[in-house]
């Protein structure tokens, strides 16, 4: 049965906004007089619409990473309970927290009261739904075992929304005393320094070096602020636009993997994704081409993601994974070795989900020891750079009282 929104007003003159099910337009609009509403308008809820709207005005998903992952555990519980999809997509209709959840999961109850799949449903919303959550319910849909797929679904979001959260965490202190350091010293030698300094510029006597290569910085500083601003901003436009160039963003990914230690932390995040997204995918059912192609498109390093679809190519030719992996040297050693047990004992996406479980640990391992040396070494900089332009300022102060006596 089609589902339509509605926009109506009750006896009191309040509006009312929702979801319902009907035949019809008509049929909605005498299902809401019957319930005392005056209908202001009725518009049909469809895959076409839908698709249409569901980025929201601005550009915004309806689901975030924190609601995808709760509605995910939800549906799983349900169906896990036994309910029947429709069943369970008509209590999270009832329990959305805005219209717009509200309007997405009504649609998928209405695709699926209409024949379709679930997962040919989902895919109406590309940008809620990834191609790899697709293929995993489609995968749980084929196999009879949606609850189950759905939850280990749910577990693979949080593990990913949780590493990703520690990294970020673990970078925001050092940014946030970059940041501030820039922005003080920036203030002293454009205001503080000229202030001072220019109150020992009037004699005939030279001032200390120090002194005149900060007060030369000021000067430029204060001159050509807003043009160094600018550039500033310009290149980092013009480096972005850069970026968008396939084959250039691949040769930038390479270089940042050569980086000492920030490149192999990000080699171990990239191979942790595909172990775990692959892991997932050819435990659900998927096809190991299907499922690595899908893996593939989750590695956000392009160059790592070149090697992963050569590797497909070679698997493609009937060479075994784990030799595929083993010849692209930008994945760790350790994702081979894994998927060489996997295909010894059978049990390939249980090796391939321990190798991103490692891998991820190590990931967080990593980046906690480097915010935590990044974190005095910030504050020993910013210390040396106060304490330098404190001391073009004293310098003066002292060389007059010499002067004096």
């Given amino acids: 049965m089609p589902a339509y929104s509605f926009d109506a007003i009750d006896a009191q003159g309040q509006s009312r906004k929702g979801t319902l099910e009907a035949d019809s337009a008509r049929s909605a609009r005498t299902q809401l007089r019957g319930q005392g509403l005056v209908p202001l308008s009725v518009e049909a809820v469809s895959q076409g619409n839908a698709s249409a709207s569901n980025t929201g005005r601005f550009g915004r998903r309806v689901f975030n990473s924190t609601n995808l992952t709760i509605w995910t555990r939800q549906m799983a519980g349900l169906v896990n309970s036994g309910l029947t999809l429709e069943r369970a997509l008509a209590m999270l209709a009832q329990e959305a927290e805005d219209d717009k959840q509200q309007r997405l999961v009504a649609s998928l109850r209405a695709e699926i009261n209409g ?77 503080v320094v000229p202030q001072v300094a220019n109150v020992f510029s009037g004699g005939n006597r030279q001032l200390p070096m120090l002194t005149e290569i900060l007060m030369q910085i000021s000067g430029m500083i204060r001159d050509y602020g807003v043009w160094i601003l600018v550039t ?7 480096f972005t636009r850069w970026l968008r160039i396939p084959s250039q963003r691949e040769k930038f990914d390479a270089a940042w993997l050569r980086m000492p230690i920030i490149g192999k932390l990000s080699a171990q995040f990239n191979a942790a994704q595909f ?33 992963a679809m050569d590797a497909l190519v070679l698997v493609r030719e009937g060479a075994p994974l784990a030799a595929a992996m083993g010849q692209k040297k930008r994945f760790p050693a350790l994702l081979a070795m894994f998927a060489r047990l996997g295909e010894q004992t059978g049990d390939l996406p ?28 910030l504050i020993v900089a910013m ?21 004096v006596q």
Wanted: glycine content about 6%.
């Fill in 350 to 377: 249980l090796m391939l989900e321990r190798a991103s479980k490692q891998m991820q640990s190590e990931v967080q391992r990593r980046s906690v020891r480097l915010a935590t040396m990044l974190e005095p070494l």
């Fill in 232 to 238: 500033l901003v310009v290149f980092a436009f013009g």
């Fill in 383 to 403: 210390g040396v750079a106060v304490m330098v332009i404190v001391l073009a300022v004293l310098l003066p102060i002292i060389q007059m009282n010499t002067w």
């Fill in 115 to 191: 024949g379709t799949s679930f997962a040919r449903a989902l895919s109406a919303w590309p940008n809620e739904f990834s191609d790899v959550y697709v293929a995993v319910v489609g995968a749980g849909e084929q196999s009879g075992e949606l609850g189950q797929v759905l939850e280990r679904l749910a577990d693979e979001l949080e593990n990913r929304q949780a590493l990703q959260s520690q990294i970020v965490g673990a970078a925001l202190y050092p940014a946030i005393v970059t940041l501030v350091g820039i922005v003080i010293v920036t203030f002293l030698l454009s205001y």
């Fill in 275 to 307: 172990a775990s997204t692959l892991a997932m995918l050819s435990g659900a059912g998927v096809p190991i081409l299907k499922a690595l192609q899908a893996a593939a498109e989750t590695v956000s390093n392009r160059s790592m993601r070149s090697d």
